[in-house]
């Protein structure tokens, strides 16, 4: 069993950095993981966009929504529903009178 030193661990460790084959994997390593990094920065200024893009539709959605609801609760008023009935030429009912559906007196054909 041969018990290498110090120095020639330290030797044999500077001929495997200072390789050529090391250098080319190195140099592989650092180009891949840059164009990795940038792919990824890339996609997530993107996606930044969109969600910008989103948002700003969410809040005009909400803005329609909330003119539409306006306009229900307008529609929805006495007062709205009063000009209508004027404008159809509908009147309001005089004598109103309830029949109870209940009772046993009732007419039969």
Known sequence: MTHQTLRQKREKRQRIFLSSSF?????????????????KSSALAT????????????ESLQQDNQKIEFEIANYRSIRSIENRLARLGMVEADNIEYTNMLSPTFAMR
Do not use: C, P, T
Not at 26 to 38: E, G, R
Not at 47 to 58: M, P, Q, V
């Open 47 to 58: 996606r930044g966009y969109d969600i910008g893009d989103l948002e700003s539709k969410i």
């Open 23 to 39: 250098r080319y994997i190195l140099i592989v390593m650092i180009i891949l993981f840059s164009v990795l990094y940038f792919a």
